[in-house]
T-cell receptor
Framework: KQEVTQIPAALSVPEGENLVLNCSFT??????LQWFRQDPGKGLTSLLL?????REQTSGRLNASLDKSSGRSTLYIAASQPGDSATYLC?????????FGTGTRLTVIP | DAGITQSPRHKVTETGTPVTLRCHQT?????MYWYRQDPGHGLRLIHY???????DKGEVSDGYSVSRSKTEDFLLTLESATSSQTSVYFC??????????????FGQGTRLTVV
């Protein structure tokens, strides 16, 4: 069974800092990995999808990397803003399912 | 935003009553999923559908059933609600199967409380 761990569980940073969120998973036989953000009381918003053959993917200030063999992915956020405050979830993908960790709750302080 | 509507958004029900949650999509995506989200757990898959009338169980399917009679609608039914089914339920859609994945898109969630 795929187990997903996200470290740290919570993170508080001043505005403007660059930061890295970590995701590890136990089964490297994944097809893809998707990063989401979730605002309190809201649904999940897709941020980035990394195909299993890719090493990284970029969208604006976000950069996600994937090392399938070691079971790790990182999400890099550049020049953080208060609007980035949310919970970030990584989801490696199996044959019929996305597997989720409990996320990293990010607070960016103005 | 992907066109996914979940209804109701909030519901309080009594133990032992049947409950049906609806997910409606306007994207014509073939794959639809129901997840639940609980404190201390990541989202966990309940059931999924890979086409009209084609469904299969996920990780936590006990106590739940689903139906998909049209491409756009995926219903989740709790036959006899229990307090352990108090949760936030999310519907998701994707155009292709996970192994050739395009992005999955999620609805806004339904908060269900069983008292």
């Amino acid at each position: 069974k795929q187990e997903v761990t996200q470290i740290p569980a919570a993170l508080s940073v001043p505005e403007g800092e660059n930061l890295v969120l970590n995701c590890s998973f136990t089964d490297s036989a994944i097809y893809n990995l998707q990063w989401f953000r979730q605002d309190p009381g809201k649904g999940l918003t897709s941020l980035l999808l990394i195909q299993s053959s890719q090493r990284e993917q970029t969208s604006g200030r976000l950069n996600a990397s994937l090392d399938k063999s070691s079971g790790r992915s990182t999400l890099y956020i550049a020049a953080s803003q208060p609007g980035d405050s949310a919970t970030y979830l990584c989801a490696p993908t199996g044959a019929n399912n996305l597997f989720f960790g409990t996320g990293t709750r990010l607070t960016v302080i103005p | 935003d992907a066109g996914i509507t979940q209804s109701p958004r909030h519901k309080v029900t009594e133990t032992g009553t049947p409950v049906t949650l609806r997910c409606h999509q306007t994207e014509n995506h073939r794959y639809m999923y129901w997840y639940r989200q609980d404190p201390g757990h990541g989202l966990r898959l309940i059931h999924y559908s890979y086409g009209v009338k084609d469904t299969d169980k996920g990780e936590v399917s006990d106590g739940y059933s689903v139906s998909r009679s049209k491409t756009e609608d995926f219903l989740l039914t709790l036959e006899s609600a229990t307090s352990s089914q108090t949760s936030v339920y999310f519907c998701a859609i994707s155009e292709t199967p996970p192994q050739v994945h395009t992005e999955a898109f999620f609805g806004q969630g339904t908060r269900l409380t069983v008292v």
